[in-house]
Every structure is written in structure tokens, then in C-alpha cells.
């Protein structure tokens, strides 16, 4: 089951992964730390069901992947 784009998993479906954000990349981009030695890169996810994310290095995030590219994701939420 996906959302209307077809890319990525409906919110608690295969596909959310926890991680800790290890570095920011340009553009708003984050590499991710999953598995303790996989590295994805993922985007803060927005909308207006959202609100804001304030990222820095060493956050435990929520992070879903996408079906086609699982080396690419959006970070959901913060894990507190």
C-alpha cells in the first residue's frame, strides 16, 4: 500500500527504519545511519501535517524508504 505518488510507504508499513542523522548535506539533505553500518541519504519531510524539524548530527530519527531506491528516503520525525 503507497500514497498517491506511488514512491514511498504509508506511515507504519514496511519501509520505516530507525537511524541517527551522522551528517547534513547540501540542499537539505541528511546522510542517515541505519543498521549501525548502512548510510542513506534523506530530505526532512514537509507538508501541512508536518511541523518543522530541527536536525543536527547525532538525532535519532524516523526515516521511510522508498520502494525503488532503498539508498533514499524522508525523515518523518524525531525520536526523542
Given at each position: 500500500m503507497t500514497t498517491g505518488?506511488?514512491?514511498w510507504p504509508v506511515a507504519g508499513r514496511?519501509?520505516?527504519v530507525e537511524g541517527i542523522v551522522v551528517?547534513?548535506?547540501p540542499s537539505?539533505?541528511?546522510q542517515v545511519e541505519i543498521d549501525g553500518?548502512?548510510?542513506i541519504l534523506?530530505?526532512?519531510a514537509s507538508g501541512a501535517d508536518r511541523n518543522f524539524l530541527r536536525l543536527i548530527v547525532g538525532d535519532r530519527v524516523a526515516?521511510?524508504?522508498?520502494?525503488?531506491d532503498r539508498t533514499r528516503g524522508r525523515i518523518v520525525g524525531k525520536i526523542v
Open positions: 505518488d506511488g514512491k514496511e519501509g520505516r551528517a547534513q548535506a537539505g539533505l541528511y553500518t548502512r548510510r534523506a530530505h526532512a526515516v521511510e524508504l522508498t520502494k525503488r
